[in-house]
């Protein structure tokens, strides 16, 4: 499956930035969808995650409350709405996808190592 990632930019601390992650090439429902992050000079780390239909959602305990991730089978989209953004989520946004159990997915969802296939990243700067 392919991914493409769109809508990062630049944005005033507080604001709020809509990126969008569109997949083709595979059966989209059959995904769990991600969203990752990585800074300058930081390791990639987990932002959200979101079950097949849609039904449960992980956060990373930094975003829980000012971001909500989203899909819509229909499109093959995923999105994450980021509101009260800070300096500290300026980073590299990307999108993923992986194949995990109803069981396997809550303890796993967060690690990148299991998302097996990637967007390109889309770059968030929040200025201060």
């Known amino acids: 499956v392919q991914l493409q990632a769109s809508g990062g930019g630049l944005v005033q601390a507080g604001g709020s930035l809509r990126l969008s992650c569109s997949a083709s090439g595979g059966t989209f429902r059959s995904y769990v969808m991600g969203w990752f992050r990585q800074a300058p000079g930081k390791e990639r780390e987990f932002v959200a995650a979101i079950s097949w239909s849609g039904d449960s959602t992980y956060y990373a305990d930094s975003v829980k409350g000012r971001f909500t991730i989203s899909r819509d089978n229909a499109k093959n989209t995923v999105d994450l709405q980021m509101n009260s953004l800070k300096p500290e989520d300026t980073a590299v946004y990307y999108c993923?996808?992986?194949?995990?159990?109803?069981?396997?997915?809550?303890?796993?969802?967060?690690?990148?190592?299991?998302?097996?296939?990637w967007g390109q990243g889309t770059l968030v700067t929040v200025s201060s």
């Open positions: 993923a996808a992986a194949v995990f159990t109803i069981v396997s997915f809550p303890k796993k969802c967060s690690d990148y190592h299991e998302y097996t296939y």
